[in-house]
């Protein structure tokens, strides 16, 4: 086992778009196990918009600072143990950090099943999985025959709410940026319209993908799109606001989106923002649901796995810009 | 019983703020009942800020357009019936409009029972008191020890908001405008703090008032005063969506508030929009509960009672800017 430990730390804070060189590739020494600890070697590090927002302020987790290694979920195996609960070579999914081993106290962690492949424990039975399943059916509860639009359609968590609004009988419209994507939404996934919202007529795309207006929108950017589809939603509608990507990079907060609180009002929406932690008792069974739709073909799981520690800072630069389809991650 | 039919008409839609100038006052005939009609005879007609927000276009109901008999609930007596369902002396709630008389379908009225004074069917048992009891116990679901704010504070709604707050053990916030009502809400209603939305240093008062943030937010104004209550939110907060009466004099709809939807996701807000008659199948027990408070002296009604029809246009400019202290109605 090497004694050293790569290490990527935040160089500075971004203050606008962030970009490889607020980053910085150090090299540490690789930490023991104090008493009730595991040592983890990082298998793959989970991409999220998530790791941007962090950067920015507290969020439902403490703001990073300078200095500090970069935040992240992976998939870990735990290398030496000194606590009763894990083994060597038990598979946990932890908060790492994007660095080759981490020492994290056992109690805090949960041992995962050994499955084909690895991948899917961080995409499909993963954060993604887990927030899409929740935030639609939880947040959402979407009826059958309903219209769902989903932002960040071809990311991890859109391009599986939508599959999921078809599964449960309901029309899904994907929110992505250019037509490639949004062929890959109805060709691929069975989308049943996909809208561009870097064209021009993007409202009117929108509108014709939803002649009866949205039952339910599935809220991944907030900003523009969002005050489209809020505009678009019927009365009783149900808007899920999961994160809001499209303001991670912005100097200082923005105006909202205009309609707030006036459509809610007269059209009787809900809204609910929710993390999927939120929502632990109910795992059991949405795994459960979750596997089955694997085995049966109607979730197609979409990973992108790119490789190598050091292209971490690259690899959520692209991910902020859109570039994934389906889960990014990087294999370490 | 005299056959003209006073009337006030809205004279020219208002752009920007309205005035008793845009409404005029026309005699027309008395109606007569057709078949399965009844003719009202208008008493109290109730003022109320959606009254302007049907000017600026649909909402839950048809935009108002100029030249009609501008459109108001009021408390009404049977004048003449040509339906079983109601006789001559019966007292109703109905859509009379602006006017003496109107010509009504019977089966879509609901008979009140007589009771002293007849105007509590307007405040505290009519749609201000319905709206106070479903929008804070069914949206804003407080629990006792939490904090409730509710803006527009001093109006027929927001003072029955407060005071149903503390009957359930929360500590109360009211937002009003200047200190004067402020202290008739802490030292009349019982609130246990009020903050001026017109202060400069408004935002500070509010953090003040609520030391450990805000639980629940009933708000009935939008803009800027929704905006901060948005930042004072505790995570898991609900936000009942009952009006936006600071939007209502606008041009264009404005820009929204900073943090949405972000604050949505990291608090795990929920936001929920709502009209009275949503809860039409609730209407007996609210009604029961109501009238128990009222009758221990645990709930105060408050009643702003003018007279003259033709005023209606005046006390409607004022309701908006604020200078009424409880259910604002027009005694015909």
Not at 188 to 192: A, I, V
Not at 197 to 201: G, L
């Given at each position: 086992m090497p004694e050293t430990n790569r290490q990527i730390v935040l160089a500075e804070l971004p203050h606008g778009s962030r970009s490889p060189a607020h980053f910085r590739l150090v090299a540490g020494e690789r930490p023991r196990a104090g008493e009730g600890e595991v040592v983890v070697r990082t298998r793959y590090v989970s991409l999220d918009a998530a790791n941007r927002a962090w950067m920015q302020g507290a969020t439902y987790r403490s703001a990073l600072n300078a200095g500090q290694v970069m935040a992240g979920g992976a998939l870990a195996e735990v290398v030496e143990s000194k606590t009763p609960e894990l083994a060597v070579g038990d598979l946990v999914f932890a908060d790492t950090g994007w660095q080759d081993y981490a020492a994290l106290p056992g109690k805090r962690l949960t041992k995962l099943p050994r499955m084909e492949p690895l991948t899917h424990l961080l995409s499909v039975y993963g954060v993604a999985g887990l927030t899409a399943y929740f935030g639609l059916l939880e947040c959402g509860r979407p009826e059958a025959g309903e219209t769902v639009v989903v932002s960040a359609a071809a990311g991890s968590v859109g391009s599986i709410v939508g599959q999921i609004a078809k599964i449960k009988g309901c029309r899904a419209v994907g929110v992505a940026g250019g037509a490639e994507k949004g062929r890959w939404l109805t060709d691929?996934?069975?989308?049943?319209a996909a809208v561009d919202?870097?064209?021009?007529?993007f409202k009117k795309q929108l509108r014709e993908a939803c002649p009866d207006g949205i039952d339910v929108y599935f809220d991944n950017v907030g900003g523009d799109v969002f005050e489209a589809c809020l505009f678009g939603m019927k009365t009783f509608g149900r808007i899920a606001c999961c994160g809001a990507v499209s303001q991670y990079d912005g100097e200082a907060p923005r105006h909202g989106p205009r309609g707030v609180p006036g459509l809610i009002v007269t059209k009787r929406l809900s809204l609910r923002g929710f993390i999927v932690s939120d929502f632990d008792d109910k795992r059991t069974q949405a795994l459960a649901d979750l596997q089955s739709w694997v085995a049966s073909g109607q979730l197609k799981v979409q990973e992108d796995v790119i490789d190598g520690l050091e292209n971490l800072p690259q690899a959520l630069v692209g991910l902020l810009h859109g570039e994934n389809r389906g889960k990014r991650m990087v294999r370490v």
């Open positions: 691929e996934l069975g989308f049943d919202y870097k064209a021009a007529d």
